[in-house]
C-alpha cells in the first residue's frame, strides 16, 4: 500500500484505447457522490491536452475530481475547485484517494483494463490487484462495482495509514496556578495518567508543548509548539509539521477521567472522515478528538492568522459527534475549586 501525503494511491494502467479514462471518469463520479474528495493524476507521454473541453482531464475534472495534476516530457499542469477563493490551490493532501491513470512502473497498488473491444493483453505492471476485461472478474460497464472494490481497498487503507497521538502539555496555567502536568490524579501525575491512557491507541506518542514534567515523563518524545500559533493550535500544528502525513489523536493534559474504553472511540477511522470528536450542546470539544491528516494539512493551509481552533473548525463546517460527548470523561481542570 502507497500514500502520497498521507493519501492512499491507487492506479489505473493499459494500453491506449483500452478505456480506462471512462472508467475512471464514471468511478470518480460514483465516489465524490459518496462524500469522498478525489485527485486525479495522470501521465501522458504523447504530450498533455490541457483540460480542451472534452478531452480527459476536462471529463474528470467535471466528473467531481477536487484537484487534478497531469504531465508529460514537456509540461504539467494543476488544476482544482474555487478558483480566486484560494490564496494557495488544495493539494493532494486534502483528499481522501489519489487515483493515477498511467505511470504503471509506479510503486503503488494498480488496476489493470484491458481492450474495451474484446480481447486480452499481457498485463506488463506489477502490483495489480483487479483486472477489467479479458479474464478478469470486473468488466467495463461494471463501473459501479468497480467503485465498490476501490471503496474496500480505501478502508483496507486506511487501517494500514499510522495514527499518532499528542498529549498537549503547553500553556501557562494561568487559572490553575500551578502547572497542570504536575497535578495529582490518583497515584500518578495527570501528565503520566493521560499519556499512559492515550500512548496504547496510537503508533506513536508525543508530548506537544515545553510546560513542566513529572520525573517519569522526562524522557519522552515532545513536539515545541509551532511559532506563532497560540495556545492549543501551536502544539496541533506542530504535531502536523511533524509528521504531515499521519492522523493525530488529540488529547488535553488536564482530563483526570479518560480511559482506554472512552479513548478506543476515536481511533475508528472511515473514509471521508476529518474530524473524530464529541459536540455538545455548548460545541465542539477540539482537545478530544482525532484529526485526519487531510483536516490538518487545511488548517495548516488556511488559519489565515486564526488562533483558536474551535472557531476554526466552525469556520470548515466541522459538526463532531453528540455520541462521543460524555461529561464525566471530559471534566476537565481549569481552577484550583476544580480539584
Known amino acids: 500500500m502507497e500514500f502520497l501525503s498521507g493519501v492512499p494511491v491507487i492506479g489505473f494502467c493499459g494500453y491506449s484505447g483500452s478505456g480506462k479514462t471512462t472508467i ?77 491513470e498511467g505511470y504503471k512502473n509506479a510503486p503503488w497498488e494498480k488496476i489493470w483494463v484491458h481492450p474495451h473491444a474484446g480481447g486480452e493483453d499481457s498485463v506488463e505492471a506489477d502490483k495489480v490487484i483487479y483486472e477489467v476485461g479479458g479474464h478478469g472478474s470486473l468488466r467495463h460497464n461494471e463501473t459501479g462495482q468497480i467503485a465498490d472494490q476501490v471503496g474496500f481497498w480505501l478502508v483496507r487503507a486506511l487501517l494500514l495509514k499510522p495514527l499518532y497521538a499528542g498529549v498537549l502539555v503547553g500553556g501557562k496555567s494561568t487559572r490553575m496556578g500551578s502547572p497542570k502536568a504536575l497535578l495529582p490524579a490518583g497515584n500518578a501525575t495527570l501528565a503520566e495518567h493521560v499519556y499512559g491512557v492515550v500512548k496504547n491507541h496510537a503508533n506513536r506518542i508525543y508530548l506537544l ?103 476554526l473548525l466552525d469556520k470548515f463546517g466541522i459538526k463532531g459527534d453528540s455520541r462521543l460527548y460524555d461529561p464525566l470523561r471530559l471534566i476537565n481542570l481549569n481552577t484550583p475549586a476544580d480539584l
Not at 52 to 74: C, M, Q
Not at 213 to 223: C, G, H, N, T
Request: glycine content about 10%; proline content about 7%; some cysteine.
Open 24 to 100: 475512471i471518469e464514471r468511478i470518480i463520479s460514483k465516489l465524490a457522490r459518496r462524500g469522498l474528495s478525489v485527485a486525479y493524476l495522470k501521465h501522458d507521454a504523447h504530450g498533455l491536452q490541457v483540460d480542451t473541453e472534452g478531452k480527459d482531464t476536462d471529463r474528470i475534472f467535471k466528473a467531481g475530481a477536487r484537484v487534478i495534476a497531469a504531465g508529460s516530457p514537456d509540461e504539467g499542469f494543476l488544476r482544482t475547485h474555487g478558483g480566486e477563493e484560494f490564496v494557495c490551490p488544495p493539494s493532494f493532501a486534502e483528499c481522501d484517494i489519489i487515483i493515477v
Open 209 to 311: 508543548g515545553s510546560g513542566p514534567l513529572p520525573p517519569a515523563l522526562v524522557e519522552a518524545e515532545r513536539i515545541a509548539d509551532a511559532p506563532g500559533f497560540e495556545g492549543p493550535l501551536a502544539g496541533i500544528v506542530a504535531a502536523h509539521r511533524f509528521a504531515p502525513d499521519v492522523d493525530w489523536l488529540i488529547f488535553a493534559v488536564d482530563m483526570p477521567n479518560i480511559d482506554d474504553g472512552y479513548v478506543s472511540r476515536f481511533g475508528r477511522r472511515e473514509p471521508a472522515f476529518r474530524f473524530m470528536g464529541p459536540r455538545s450542546e455548548k460545541g465542539l470539544e477540539p482537545l478530544a478528538a482525532c484529526y485526519s491528516s487531510q483536516l490538518l494539512a487545511r488548517i495548516a493551509r488556511e488559519h489565515g492568522g486564526e488562533m483558536s481552533i474551535t472557531r
